[in-house]
Nanobody
Framework: QEQLVESGGGLVQPGGSLRLSCRAP???????????MAWYRQAPGKERELVAE???????KYAETVKGRFTISRDNARKTIYLQMNSLKPEDTADYYC?????????WGKGTPVTVSS
């Protein structure tokens, strides 16, 4: 059974940083490595939106609202992706979800909350 486990969320002041992690402990390496991995977020009352994604080859894409502040990366040996979030703003407050896509299938984690507030 597919499982994506997010961690690293929490409360941070504006201007601060957080690093989110997403592990795929039950995904075999031959499935994880060719997968496109992504972070999405959903704020209260809003639709879920793409934050950043990383392809199997390491290509990245970011939402305009986070460009220059967030960095997505992956460690295939650990079957883990990361989202380094710097210069956080109150509007970054949301639940952040990990996503894996491969061969027409898609999997989601349960999310980790991020709150940016003074």
């Amino acid at each position: 059974q597919e499982q994506l486990v997010e961690s690293g969320g929490g409360l941070v002041q504006p201007g601060g940083s957080l690093r989110l992690s997403c592990r795929a402990p039950r995904t075999i390496t031959s499935e994880f490595n060719p997968s496109t991995m992504a972070w999405y977020r959903q704020a209260p009352g809003k639709e879920r939106e793409l934050v950043a994604e990383i392809t199997p080859g390491g290509g990245t894409k970011y939402a305009e609202t986070v460009k220059g502040r967030f960095t997505i990366s992956r460690d295939n040996a650990r079957k883990t992706i990361y989202l380094q979030m710097n210069s956080l703003k109150p509007e970054d407050t949301a639940d952040y979800y990990c996503n894996r896509r491969r061969a027409g299938s898609e999997y989601w984690g349960k999310g980790t909350p991020v709150t940016v507030s003074s």
